[in-house]
């Protein structure tokens, strides 16, 4: 297939929820890709609307068949790839609840999702995965049936393939059935539509309640509009609900997903040149990372003229945001100030432009291109993206729509736009969506509150969501759900945040994860552990001290980077080893958190131990490389204690 499309006139789908969502996309776009997989041959294998329909169509009746309910459980464990989305049809068209995960979930979360779920029937992405299942059958009673995803291998006994059920509903739909037409025609949008099982950054996954109205509600208020002419790249995990709504919004617009993987990512980037795409910081610290590696192996004429390219990238941007009024501003600001900052920017604007446009075209051009060439924009979601990355890809052109959301809200609050872009916030609102800033130790709304300057803008406390967006409650857990959301439909995110004086969102960090010093002072351990990430030599930074003195940290060293710098280990451990590393690291740490404007003296870290070995999606890490920080407090609670023990308050 010729990865570049024909534009073809389209309009926005719009549904009452999911199952008419595929049949109006199928009607609307017919025979164009809905997705495309990558083929052995660098080619793409695609799948069209009308395809996904009709096969999910086949897929839901053969779920009748064997027995499956409305609005019963039915799990996918898998990663990416376009048998998910037709097993995701089928689950969808026959009224059942989508029930996800991906592979890397360790054995004792599979057996709680499936015996918490209640699940009877469960989509696996391969025998491995379906092996797996039968072994630990005897702790999961009452999942009896297992569906192989990849009708290329051969199942196991007592297993079906994609294919026998598929072929189960294709012969009853032959023979005149209608019972999936039935059950799609009967959902209501306030049916469930998935059950998605939190990856447990803080304990025991918890099962997130979506509706259609949930996610139909994304796809309506989307600040982003894709045509049939996009073409977005899939890289994120699909069972993740941002990646899910991108796939869903993508449907909606008759725009095509490609899937690829880390492994191909580079690589798809230049044959695909998507348009758009959802993706996560690490995915772009390690681009950035590649292109600046590059760049110092190239010819220093070459060199230089990178260098003086991003510089006059990122003050054409600073300029230009001044100008539209997309300056970050958490105080507030005289007119004629306002007036004066953008007398300045205009000039700087005037002065930079010509240098600007030709090393632009000249140099950062070709960067670009790295990047796919025809890249609109990006959602970065599932974590803070580091305010270097930030200024780095939007100097060289590629804007960062940085969004923020949570499971529990389907995901998008908030996200900014390209007329919104605001760097060091994730923007504005989306439509349809109440939001109130509530201080954590008194409960004062401090924002809406005309009672206070700017109407409460400026203020920081826990950030609380109000809209269609925001989830029924944690499956078969009434206690949980009272915690976070109010008889008045109030969701308490757990996160800490302040709208700027410019009506953007600013995320400050999550209140479970403050550290609570022993003087009282809290600190937010994620601008911390972003800061000393930016030092080339460390991989991961992982701040700790409850209850102590000073705050401490935990560092992993990047044993590639450090090879270059002169480093001689095979191994972590024998790189830890090393006392002139620890000097080096101590050096680079300091030289991070120097500035007072950024850190206050109680924040700064004050010693660290050494990680010997690297961290695990699935063990310390989700699958969007979160930190589990109870994992990661138990797993090395000896290191901590050598740092935090001597200084811990005793009371």
Same mark, same amino acid.
């Given at each position: 297939?010729?990865?570049?499309?024909?534009?073809?006139?389209?309009?926005?789908?719009?549904?009452?929820?999911?199952?008419?969502?595929?049949?109006?996309?199928?009607?609307?776009?017919?025979?164009?890709?809905?997705?495309?997989?990558?083929?052995?041959?660098?080619?793409?294998?695609?799948?069209?609307?009308?395809?996904?329909?009709?096969?999910?169509?086949?897929?839901?009746?053969?779920?009748?068949?064997?027995?499956?309910?409305?609005?019963?459980?039915?799990?996918?464990?898998?990663?990416?790839?376009?048998?998910?989305?037709?097993?995701?049809?089928?689950?969808?068209?026959?009224?059942?609840?989508?029930?996800?995960?991906?592979?890397?979930?360790?054995?004792?979360?599979?057996?709680? *999702?499936?015996?918490?779920?209640?699940?009877?029937?469960? #989509?696996?992405?391969?025998?491995?995965?379906?092996?797996?299942?039968?072994?630990?059958?005897?702790?999961?009673?009452?999942?009896?049936?297992?569906?192989?995803?990849?009708?290329?291998?051969?199942?196991?006994?007592?297993?079906?393939?994609?294919?026998?059920?598929?072929? *189960?509903?294709?012969?009853?739909?032959?023979?005149?059935?209608?019972? +999936?037409?039935?059950?799609?025609?009967?959902?209501?949008?306030?049916?469930?539509?998935?059950? *998605?099982?939190?990856?447990?950054?803080?304990?025991?996954?918890?099962?997130?309640?979506?509706?259609?109205?949930?996610?139909?509600?994304?796809?309506?208020?989307?600040?982003?509009?894709?045509?049939?002419?996009?073409?977005?790249?899939? %890289?994120?995990?699909?069972?993740?609900?941002?990646?899910?709504?991108?796939?869903?919004?993508?449907?909606?617009?008759?725009?095509?997903?490609?899937?690829?993987?880390?492994?191909?990512?580079?690589?798809?980037?230049? !044959?695909?040149?998507?348009?758009?795409?959802?993706?996560?910081?690490?995915?772009?610290?390690?681009?950035?990372?590649?292109?600046?590696?590059?760049?110092?192996?190239?010819?220093?004429?070459?060199?230089?003229?990178?260098?003086?390219?991003?510089?006059?990238?990122?003050?054409?941007?600073?300029?230009? #945001?001044?100008?539209?009024? =997309?300056?970050?501003?958490?105080?507030?600001?005289?007119?004629?100030?306002?007036?004066?900052?953008?007398?300045?920017?205009? %000039? =700087?604007?005037?002065?930079?432009? &010509?240098?600007?446009?030709?090393?632009?075209?000249?140099?950062?051009?070709?960067?670009?291109?790295?990047?796919?060439?025809?890249?609109?924009?990006?959602?970065?979601?599932?974590?803070?993206?580091?305010?270097?990355?930030?200024?780095?890809?939007?100097?060289?052109?590629?804007?960062?729509?940085?969004?923020?959301?949570?499971?529990?809200?389907? &995901?998008? %609050?908030? +996200?900014?736009?390209?007329?919104?872009?605001?760097?060091?916030?994730?923007?504005?609102? *989306? &439509?349809?969506?109440?939001?109130?800033?509530?201080?954590?130790?008194?409960?004062?709304?401090?924002?809406?509150?005309?009672?206070?300057?700017?109407?409460?803008?400026?203020?920081?406390?826990? %950030? =609380?969501?109000?809209?269609? !967006?925001?989830?029924?409650?944690?499956?078969?857990?009434?206690?949980?759900?009272?915690?976070?959301?109010?008889?008045?439909?109030?969701?308490?995110?757990?996160?800490?945040?302040?709208?700027?004086?410019?009506?953007?969102?600013?995320?400050?960090?999550?209140?479970?994860?403050?550290?609570?010093?022993?003087?009282?002072?809290?600190?937010?351990?994620?601008?911390?552990?972003?800061?000393?990430?930016?030092?080339?030599?460390?991989?991961?930074?992982?701040?700790?001290?409850?209850?102590?003195?000073?705050?401490?940290?935990?560092?992993?060293?990047?044993?590639?980077?450090?090879?270059?710098?002169?480093?001689?280990?095979?191994?972590?451990?024998?790189?830890?080893? !090393?006392?002139?590393?620890?000097?080096?690291?101590?050096?680079?740490?300091?030289?991070?958190?120097?500035?007072?404007?950024?850190?206050?003296?109680?924040?700064?870290?004050?010693?660290?131990?050494?990680?010997?070995?690297?961290?695990?999606?699935?063990?310390?890490?989700?699958?969007?490389?979160?930190?589990?920080?109870?994992?990661?407090?138990?797993?090395?609670?000896?290191?901590?204690?050598?740092?935090?023990?001597?200084?811990?308050?005793?009371?």
């Amino acid at each position: 297939m010729d990865v570049l499309m024909e534009p073809h006139p389209s309009t926005f789908v719009h549904a009452r929820h999911i199952p008419e969502l595929y049949r109006l996309a199928a009607e609307k776009y017919e025979s164009l890709p809905a997705f495309a997989t990558r083929q052995k041959d660098r080619s793409w294998e695609p799948l069209t609307f009308r395809k996904l329909y009709e096969r999910g169509r086949a897929i839901g009746e053969g779920l009748i068949s064997i027995g499956v309910e409305p609005q019963e459980p039915v799990g996918v464990f898998s990663d990416n790839r376009v048998e998910w989305a037709l097993a995701d049809a089928g689950i969808q068209l026959c009224a059942a609840v989508n029930t996800p995960r991906g592979i890397e979930l360790t054995d004792e979360e599979l057996v709680y *999702i499936v015996n918490h779920s209640g699940m009877r029937t469960a #989509f696996v992405e391969n025998s491995r995965m379906a092996k797996r299942c039968l072994k630990l059958r005897s702790q999961m009673p009452g999942l009896h049936i297992l569906i192989n995803l990849d009708n290329k291998e051969t199942v196991p006994e007592g297993v079906l393939s994609l294919n026998n059920v598929e072929s *189960i509903g294709t012969k009853r739909l032959n023979e005149g059935s209608a019972a +999936v037409d039935t059950r799609s025609d009967a959902v209501k949008s306030e049916d469930l539509f998935s059950l *998605i099982y939190t990856s447990g950054t803080t304990g025991k996954p918890k099962g997130v309640m979506l509706t259609h109205a949930n996610i139909i509600s994304q796809t309506e208020c989307a600040p982003v509009r894709l045509s049939c002419t996009d073409r977005v790249l899939s %890289i994120l995990p699909i069972w993740h609900i941002l990646e899910r709504m991108l796939e869903i919004y993508s449907v909606s617009c008759g725009a095509c997903t490609y899937y690829t993987s880390a492994r191909y990512f580079g690589e798809d980037l230049k !044959q695909v040149e998507p348009t758009f795409m959802g993706s996560a910081p690490r995915l772009w610290e390690s681009l950035r990372h590649r292109i600046l590696t590059a760049v110092e192996k190239a010819h220093p004429v070459r060199r230089t003229l990178f260098y003086i390219a991003l510089s006059l990238g990122i003050h054409y941007r600073e300029a230009v #945001f001044v100008l539209r009024g =997309q300056d970050l501003r958490l105080r507030p600001i005289s007119r004629i100030k306002i007036l004066l900052n953008k007398v300045v920017a205009a %000039i =700087q604007w005037v002065i930079i432009l &010509p240098w600007f446009g030709f090393f632009n075209a000249a140099v950062l051009e070709s960067v670009r291109r790295k990047a796919g060439g025809s890249l609109k924009g990006t959602i970065s979601g599932g974590g803070a993206l580091p305010s270097e990355i930030d200024q780095f890809f939007n100097a060289i052109g590629i804007p960062m729509l940085e969004g923020y959301g949570l499971t529990e809200t389907s &995901p998008v %609050i908030a +996200v900014r736009t390209h007329d919104r872009l605001v760097r060091g916030t994730v923007g504005p609102l *989306i &439509p349809q969506t109440e939001i109130r800033i509530v201080d954590l130790d008194l409960g004062e709304i401090l924002y809406p509150n005309s009672a206070r300057r700017g109407n409460g803008r400026g203020l920081r406390g826990e %950030i =609380q969501v109000k809209g269609p !967006q925001v989830m029924r409650g944690y499956y078969k857990d009434d206690e949980a759900t009272q915690e976070v959301l109010d008889d008045d439909g109030w969701f308490r995110t757990g996160d800490l945040g302040m709208i700027t004086f410019n009506d953007s969102l600013k995320i400050l960090g999550r209140s479970k994860a403050t550290i609570v010093l022993s003087n009282g002072e809290n600190v937010e351990p994620e601008n911390i552990e972003m800061r000393v990430k930016m030092s080339p030599l460390i991989a991961e930074c992982i701040a700790v001290g409850q209850d102590a003195k000073h705050v401490c940290a935990l560092i992993l060293p990047d044993l590639e980077a450090c090879r270059e710098a002169g480093f001689a280990a095979e191994t972590l451990e024998d790189l830890v080893k !090393q006392p002139e590393l620890r000097d080096r690291i101590h050096e680079q740490i300091h030289n991070a958190m120097q500035n007072p404007l950024e850190f206050k003296r109680f924040e700064v870290i004050h010693d660290f131990r050494f990680l010997s070995r690297p961290l695990e999606v699935g063990v310390e890490l989700t699958n969007l490389f979160k930190v589990k920080r109870h994992v990661i407090h138990d797993r090395y609670a000896d290191l901590i204690r050598e740092m935090v023990e001597p200084e811990v308050r005793h009371d």
